[in-house]
C-alpha cells in the first residue's frame, strides 16, 4: 500500500526497495536525456536543484498527518493518535538524570517505529502539489515545461531546464512552509551545468540564498553527481567518506582484541563503502575504493600479527566466506557487479509503471555510455574465464548470468554478478596455487566446505577462547605464520619435520603423533552431537555404556550413538575429521585433494574398517552406521550437512530453543547454532594443537640450545 502511494508521488525514501539507487540512477539519466534534447540551447539545459527542509520530522503538520491516515490508512487511525492526539514531551538527560523538558507539540516522534512513514503522510499533499506543478511524467517532451523530481524522505532532488529555475525554486520556497517545511537554504544547491557564476541567472539564484554550482552536486542523494574532476576532487564527498572509512579500520586496530578487531573489520569496515558501488560508475569510485581496500588488509594485518601480506593471502582474505576466503570483501571487488545490479534493480522498479514515462528511462539507460563500459567489461571477464574452462584447466564449468543491456529489467542482481566475479578471481587462484603450492590448494578448497567458516561468526564471549588461541585459528584459515611459531625450526625430539609447516602450524594440526590433539578434536565433536540429540529429545548412549558387538563387548564402534523413540534403530554416529594439508594419503595421480576428498577418504576407511567389524561380529541391536566425514578447516562433507538439515528440521527440533548462553554465539536458530558450535569446536582443537605443538618445540629448542652450550664449554670453565 505504501509503496504505490508514495511511489506515484515520487518519494521514493519510504517503503520503495533501493529507492535512493533508483533517485540517484533516473536523476542522473534525467539530466542526460534532457541534455540531449537541448541539442546546444543554454536555456534547455538541465540544471539540477538539491534542496533540503530543515529540521523536516519535527515540522511536520499534525494535522495534514491526521487527515491523511484517515482518508489512506484508516487502520492506522488509533496508533496515530495515541502518539500524536495531544502535546508530548522531549526529555534532556544528562548524567543518568533529566536535566529539561521540553513540550513537544509538532512533528514526527522519533522513536516512532513507522516514523518515516508518518512524515511522507504528512508530507502527502505537499508532493501531491508539487507532483501536480511540476508535471514530471511530460519532461521528455520536447519544449516541455515538466520536470523530473524525485525525494528521498526530506531531501528533494528536481531537474528542471534552465529557463525554468527560478520558477521551480520560488515555488517550493512559498509553498513548502505552508506545509511546515522550510528549506535549508545552506544546503540548497542549483548546477548550472555548463553554465557561468557570472550570468544573470547565478545572480539570481544566490540573492535568493542558495547555493550554485557549475561542476555539480557535492551529495546527491548519497554520491556526487557531476564530471570526473568534481566527483573525484581531493575534498569531494567520495573523498570525505573514504577517509572516514580509513580512520575507523584504523581505530578499529587499536583495540587489540583479534576476534574483536576481525569482527568490526568484517561487519563494520569492509562495507562500509559498499553503497558507492550501486550509485557511482565503477570508472569513477575505483580510485577510493582501493584506498579504503588497502586499509581493510592493513587492519587484517595487524590482526593475523604479519610482517606482510603476501598476494595469495589478499586474495584469500578478501573473498568471501563461501570461496575459501576471509570474507573481509570490501567495495573494490563488487564495484562492477555493484553498479550493474542497482541499473537492473531500477530498471525493474521503473517497469512496474509507476511513472508514465517509465519507457524513456528505460531506453536511456540502455544506451548510456556508463552502463555499457560496465558491461562489456564484466561479460569480457566471463567469456575469458569460459574459454579457459573449456580447454581443460582446473576451473571447472560455471553457469554465468546473461547480460542483455538493451533490455535492461533483465539485467542480473548484485548477488549473482558478485557470486559470479568472486568465482573467477578464486578460479584464478586455485590455479595458481595447484600449479606452484599443491598443500595450499588443498587447504583453500576445504576453506570453502560448508561449514568451515562458520565459527567465524561467533562473538567474542567470556571464557569461550583466548585471543592468541582465536588468532591461531584465523592464521591457519588464511595460511599466514602462526607468531609464536617465529624462530622454531624442527619439532621435538624423534619427530623430523622441518620447514614452512612449522611456520604454518600444518605439521600439529593432526600430523604430529607426539602433540597433535586428534583424540580431543573428535571427543569435542561427539560431545556438541550429543548436545544436539539432546536438544532435539533424543534417546543417547555414551559408547562406553553398551555391548554393541556380539562377541566384543569392548569395542566401540560409535561415538554417539542416539535415536528418537525406543520404537526406532539407533543412528550410530562415527566422527572422522580429515586433514586436507596431508598429501602423503593422496593417490599417485592426484595432485591435491578435491573439495571434501580429504573427509571421504578418511569416512570410506571408517566404512571399511566397520565393514570388517560386521564380518567377524554381529550387531547386538539394530543400528543404522553413520561415519560424519569434517576436515579440520571446519569443513563438513555433504552427508553431515543432510544429517543436519533432517535433524534441525523435524518436529522434534521445531518444539526446541535456544537457551540464554547460546544466544551467545551470534546464532538466530538451532541449525545455524549447531554448525557454528561444531565448525568451532573443530578449529579451535586445532589450534590449541598448533600451540601445544608450539610450546613443546620452543621447550626442546632451548634444552638443544643449553646442551650445545654445555658440550662447548671448555673442560675446567666453571671451576672458578
Not at 396 to 418: N, V
Request: with cysteine; hydrophobic share 40%; net charge positive.
Amino acid at each position: 500500500f505504501f509503496a504505490e502511494l508514495f511511489a506515484k508521488l515520487r518519494q521514493l525514501g519510504c517503503a520503495i526497495p533501493a529507492g535512493v539507487e533508483i533517485a540517484c540512477h533516473t536523476t542522473v539519466l534525467a539530466c542526460d536525456r534532457l541534455e540531449s534534447l537541448a541539442d546546444g540551447d543554454d536555456d534547455e539545459m538541465p540544471s539540477p536543484i538539491q534542496i533540503d527542509f530543515e529540521n523536516g520530522f519535527n515540522n511536520v503538520d499534525r494535522a495534514a498527518l491526521q487527515e491523511a491516515v484517515q482518508e489512506h490508512c484508516p487502520q492506522l487511525l488509533r496508533y496515530n493518535t495515541l502518539c500524536y492526539h495531544g502535546p508530548g514531551n522531549l526529555y534532556a538527560i544528562e548524567g543518568g538524570k533529566v536535566v529539561a523538558t521540553i513540550p513537544c507539540n509538532h512533528g514526527v516522534w522519533q522513536g516512532d517505529s513507522i516514523g518515516s512513514h508518518k512524515y511522507c503522510l504528512g508530507m502527502l499533499k505537499f508532493f501531491q502539489k508539487l507532483a501536480s506543478e511540476l508535471q514530471p511524467h511530460t519532461a521528455f517532451n520536447h519544449q516541455s515545461a515538466g520536470v523530473p523530481f524525485s525525494a528521498i524522505i526530506d531531501d528533494v532532488t528536481l531537474v528542471p531546464r534552465r529557463r525554468h529555475v527560478l520558477t521551480v525554486l520560488d515555488f517550493i520556497l512559498q509553498e513548502a512552509p505552508k506545509h511546515g517545511q522550510v528549506p535549508n537554504l545552506g544546503k540548497t544547491v542549483v548546477w548550472l551545468r555548463k553554465g557561468s557564476l557570472r550570468s544573470d541567472l547565478a545572480r539570481q539564484l544566490i540573492r535568493r540564498g542558495v547555493k550554485v554550482s557549475i561542476n555539480g552536486l557535492d551529495r546527491l542523494l548519497g554520491a556526487p553527481v557531476g564530471g570526473t574532476d568534481w566527483i573525484t576532487k581531493d575534498d569531494g564527498h567520495l573523498a570525505r567518506i573514504t577517509g572516514k572509512a580509513i580512520h575507523l579500520t584504523e581505530c578499529i586496530s587499536t583495540i587489540k582484541h583479534p576476534q574483536c578487531e576481525y569482527l568490526l573489520l568484517r561487519y563494520c569496515s569492509s562495507n562500509s563503502l559498499h553503497h558507492i558501488g550501486r550509485l557511482i560508475s565503477p570508472r569513477l569510485a575505483q580510485g577510493f575504493a582501493s584506498q579504503h581496500h588497502e586499509a581493510v588488509l592493513e587492519g587484517a594485518r595487524r590482526v593475523l600479527l604479519a610482517e606482510k601480506l603476501s598476494p595469495i593471502q589478499q586474495a584469500r582474505l578478501t573473498l568471501p566466506e563461501y570461496e575459501g576466503g576471509g570474507a573481509l570483501t570490501t567495495a573494490k571487488q563488487v564495484l562492477n557487479g555493484a553498479f550493474l545490479g542497482s541499473a537492473g534493480a531500477t530498471a525493474r522498479w521503473l517497469s512496474g509503471k509507476w511513472w508514465p514515462e517509465y519507457a524513456e528511462y528505460l531506453k536511456v539507460m540502455a544506451s548510456h555510455r556508463e552502463y555499457q563500459n560496465v558491461a562489456n567489461i564484466v561479460e569480457q571477464q566471463f567469456e575469458a574465464y569460459g574459454a579457459t574452462a573449456m580447454a581443460g584447466t582446473t576451473r571447472p564449468p560455471y553457469r554465468f548470468p546473461d547480460i542483455d543491456l538493451q533490455t535492461p529489467t533483465s539485467l542480473p542482481t548484485q548477488k549473482q554478478l558478485s557470486r559470479a566475479l568472486h568465482r573467477i578471481v578464486a578460479a584464478d587462484l586455485m590455479q595458481d596455487l595447484v600449479a606452484s603450492a599443491p598443500v595450499a590448494a588443498s587447504w583453500h578448497i576445504s576453506c570453502s566446505l560448508p561449514g568451515s567458516g562458520s565459527w567465524l561468526h561467533t562473538m567474542p564471549y567470556v571464557n569461550r577462547v583466548a585471543a592468541k588461541t582465536w588468532r591461531t585459528m584465523f592464521c591457519l584459515r588464511m595460511m599466514a605464520p602462526i607468531p609464536e611459531a617465529a624462530g622454531v625450526d624442527r619439532c621435538v625430539s624423534g619427530c623430523s619435520c622441518k620447514g614452512w609447516q612449522l611456520q604454518l602450524g600444518f605439521h600439529w594440526m593432526s600430523g604430529c603423533e607426539k602433540h597433535s590433539y586428534n583424540t580431543i578434536r573428535h571427543n569435542a565433536v561427539a560431545a556438541v552431537f550429543r548436545r544436539l540429540f539432546k536438544k532435539i529429545g533424543w534417546e543417547t548412549r555414551l559408547k562406553e555404556q553398551a555391548g554393541w558387538l556380539v562377541g566384543a563387548p569392548d569395542l566401540r564402534p560409535y561415538d554417539c550413538p542416539a535415536r528418537p523413540n525406543s520404537s526406532t534403530p539407533w543412528t550410530g554416529i562415527d566422527i572422522a575429521v580429515a586433514d586436507p594439508s596431508r598429501h602423503g594419503y593422496l593417490s599417485n595421480n592426484q595432485r591435491y585433494f578435491k573439495k571434501a576428498a580429504a573427509a571421504g577418504r578418511y569416512v570410506h576407511k571408517k566404512q571399511t574398517n566397520y565393514n570388517r567389524l560386521l564380518n567377524q561380529f554381529s550387531v547386538r541391536y539394530l543400528v543404522d552406521y553413520t561415519p560424519l566425514g569434517f576436515e579440520v578447516t571446519g569443513g563438513f562433507s555433504k552427508k553431515v550437512c543432510s544429517l543436519l538439515s533432517h535433524l534441525l528440521e523435524s518436529e522434534e527440533a521445531a518444539k526446541a530453543s535456544l537457551s540464554a548462553t547460546e544466544w551467545s554465539w551470534s546464532a538466530m536458530g538451532l541449525p545455524a547454532y549447531f554448525q557454528q558450535a561444531i565448525s568451532f569446536e573443530i578449529v579451535r582443537i586445532t589450534a590449541m594443537s598448533v600451540q601445544n605443538g608450539i610450546r613443546h618445540a620452543q621447550a626442546a629448542a632451548v634444552t638443544r640450545h643449553a646442551q650445545a652450550a654445555a658440550i662447548s664449554r671448555p673442560a675446567g670453565s666453571d671451576s672458578e
